[in-house]
């Protein structure tokens, strides 16, 4: 059974930084992509920043420039980095894996709570 823990969450004021971890636990032969998503009160899930396995990112523009994600492939970790943050911010945010144990699967964590305040 594959796991994905995230921590790091909380609330700050409009400038401050957070960030967030994510550790994947189980039977794991490697992972593969790795990310996090956001989801706002009332809005669809959207990604916030991705990284392959080689170290290959991407972001979604709203968060260009304040955001960087990173990975640690032998503690199986992904992170993301936050500073400058805004209110439009406040979100849950998810940690996705594909999970390789025999075939290649997407895993997500619960979730954690980032609120902004103004």
């Known amino acids: 059974q594959v796991q994905l823990v995230e921590s790091g969450g909380g609330l700050v004021q409009a400038g401050g930084s957070l960030r967030l971890s994510c550790a994947v636990s189980g039977s794991i032969f490697s992972i593969n992509a790795m990310g996090w998503y956001r989801q706002a009160p009332g809005k669809q899930r959207e990604l916030v920043a991705a990284?392959?396995?080689?170290?290959?990112?991407n972001y979604t523009d709203s968060v260009k420039g304040r955001f960087t994600i990173s990975r640690d492939n032998a503690k199986n970790a992904v992170y993301l980095q936050m500073i400058s943050l805004k209110p439009e911010d406040t979100a849950v945010y998810y940690c996705n894996a594909e999970v390789v144990t025999v075939v290649a699967v997407d895993y997500w964590g619960q979730g954690t709570q980032v609120t902004v305040s103004s």
């Open positions: 990284i392959t396995s080689g170290g290959s990112t």
